[in-house]
């Protein structure tokens, strides 16, 4: 079976601009989790998506959107794009919320 | 924000030898887990103990769980060149709601030396 897959892999932006980065979580699993990873630091929580429900949202700012599909797919926006924006944004998915999370490799996100 | 705190930062021990690596955290929590990550891309489930087990195996690894401390240790027994790797503690310390997802900490980065 394919795991969590992530698209694009690598993506350049400049300041005020907007992306969308995308996941597919493994078949079966209806939870998808978006995390943020800034260089030397661990994964900081953004959003939670079940049965295509906002689960859960950590502290970040409302420039940060998300959605669950039909088919559990998931994106993640982000608009007016700030250089602080800079890092690795990590997808999973999951059976059960919070347990054993499988994780994509990541979007590498460069905001010049 | 970081709940846990992974102590030390960076460890570096020969092939064949055992790691130790620990965590500390801040609330109550539903149960603690480990995840490796490679040359800071995904990162791989190791393990998760619950709020109300002290121990538990697998394979080469070794968690302990002690809520009064607040802490936690992963062990990584006979050790190869392939845990060269980073290791996170991430805590699940929701209701059940999901609301706050897991919370991870810096990381201990491991090296092993052949």
């Known amino acids: 079976d394919a795991g969590v897959t992530q698209s694009p892999t690598h993506l350049i932006k400049t300041r005020g601009q907007h992306v969308t980065l995308r996941c597919s979580p493994i078949?079966?699993?209806?939870?998808v989790s978006w995390y943020q990873q800034v260089l030397g630091q661990g994964p900081q929580f953004i959003f939670q998506?079940?049965?295509?429900?906002?689960?859960g949202r950590g502290n970040f700012p409302d420039r940060f959107s998300a959605r669950q599909f039909p088919n559990y797919s998931s994106e993640l926006n982000v608009n007016a794009l700030l250089l602080g924006d800079s890092a690795l944004y990590l997808c999973?998915?999951?059976?059960?919320?919070?347990?054993?999370?499988?994780f994509g490799s990541g979007t590498q996100l460069s905001v010049l | 924000s970081q709940q846990g705190e992974e102590d030390p930062q960076a460890l570096s021990i020969q092939e064949g030898e055992n790691a130790t690596m620990n965590c500390s955290y801040k609330?109550?929590?539903?149960?603690l887990q480990w995840y490796r990550q490679n040359s800071g891309r995904g990162l791989v489930h190791l393990i998760l103990?619950?709020?109300?087990?002290r121990e538990k195996h697998s394979g080469r690894l070794r968690v302990t769980l002690d809520t009064s401390k607040k802490s936690s240790s992963l062990l990584i027994t006979a050790s190869r060149a392939a845990d060269t790797a980073s290791y996170f503690c991430?805590?699940?310390?929701?209701?059940?709601?999901?609301?706050?997802?897991?919370?991870f900490g810096k990381g201990t980065h491991l090296i092993i030396q052949p």
């Open positions: 103990i619950r709020s109300n087990e």
């Open positions: 999973a998915s999951s059976l059960d919320d919070r347990v054993k999370l499988f």
């Open positions: 998506y079940y049965e295509k429900e906002e689960r």
């Open positions: 991430a805590t699940d310390a929701g209701s059940g709601g999901g609301a706050d997802g897991l919370t």
């Open positions: 078949s079966g699993h209806k939870s």
């Open positions: 609330t109550s929590i539903n149960n």
